[in-house]
């Protein structure tokens, strides 16, 4: 990825002063990064898959607000479409969302200031999801640290408003194209969530479970256990893991 | 308007299933938030689980196709990632570039196959 100039004020600059400006700068950050685009094409995605799974448009615009966190809205979306119980869904969801628990706790260090209450990290804490946690790690020390939330919550407004517009878009084309262009839409989800999840590999532990999931599953669906998404999810990052820990072992050159 | 947010069972299956499971770990990052090491054996087996049901539901779509995708040959569904995963490798890992060499392999061939 091209490192985007950042054009922020200086951190003593005028435009700092007031907490409106700051939300408003935090709102105009999400055109300096190509992620805004990534997730805009991911959204589009999932309002065509919550088109083609037989959910109403109102359902997959809440979903893109409220649930905020798009691997969890596909798990939702492909589970309960394929016939899974609302429990199994509920299960898998919790299970992916728990990556979002580690990331509130990182950044909340960077927005607090001796004086913050806990009821002012409530937003900025609900828009936490993998795009904004990289954005705060890049933008965050260029904002003064007493504008940092104001800013975020900005930040976190203008992805959510953006997101939700392309779940219409993508929605819509998914009702109104032709099937070959509504394939397109739908294949836009595996494609890019495959390609996001392997930039955020950091560790041998998620590229084992990367590809082990991938394979697994096809092998498990046959099983036709109705859990089929937990079991081989379960297995897999199980057996990446193991794998991880067998590469860390002590006496293993680093 | 009940036709555009669907019944209240639709709803409560988005409070239950979506809302509730994602924001409760956020909840419980905001109230339980310091002394977490990232890198502790715990978290690196949570997000190996998460990363595999992703990678599972990623699976899920491509082997059991939603709506119009079924209407793509299974070899040209798996063609199409293949190739857009490695122009996305050879890009020096562009999602961008990635995701638009899937989809025109994808729309490529079903142009082809008629």
Redesign the interface.
Known sequence: MVPYPVTLPALDAQQWHSPTQAFALGARSIFTTILTLVLFVTYIGIGALAHDTGFSLGWAMASTAFVWAGPAQIILLSTLGSGATVVQAAIAVTVSAIRLFPMVVSILPMLRTARTTRRQLLLPAHFIAVTLWVECFRLLPQVPRERRIAFTNGLGIGLVSMSVTATLIGYQLAASLPKTLGAAILMLTPLSFLLSTARNCRQLADVVALVLGLLLFPLVSLLQTGVDILISGVAAGTIAYGVHRWHDRPGQAA | MS????DWH??L??L????L??????????????G?D?ES?L???????????????????????????A??PGPL?YG??VV??AV?MAAR????F??AA??IV??AG??WLG
């Not at chain 2, 909840?27 to 938030?33: D, E, F, K």
Request: net charge neutral; no cysteine; aromatic share 12%.
């Open positions: 036709d555009f947010i669907g639709a709803l299956v988005l239950l299933a979506g809302f499971p994602n924001e409760s770990w956020r909840m419980l990052g905001l109230w339980l938030g310091s977490v990232e054996d978290l690196v087996w949570v997000r190996a689980v998460a990363t595999a049901i992703l990678a599972g539901v990623i699976a899920q779509i491509l082997v059991v196709p939603p709506g119009a995708l209407s793509i569904r199409a990632v857009g995963f996305f890992r562009s999602i961008f990635g995701v899937g989809e994808m729309l079903k142009w």
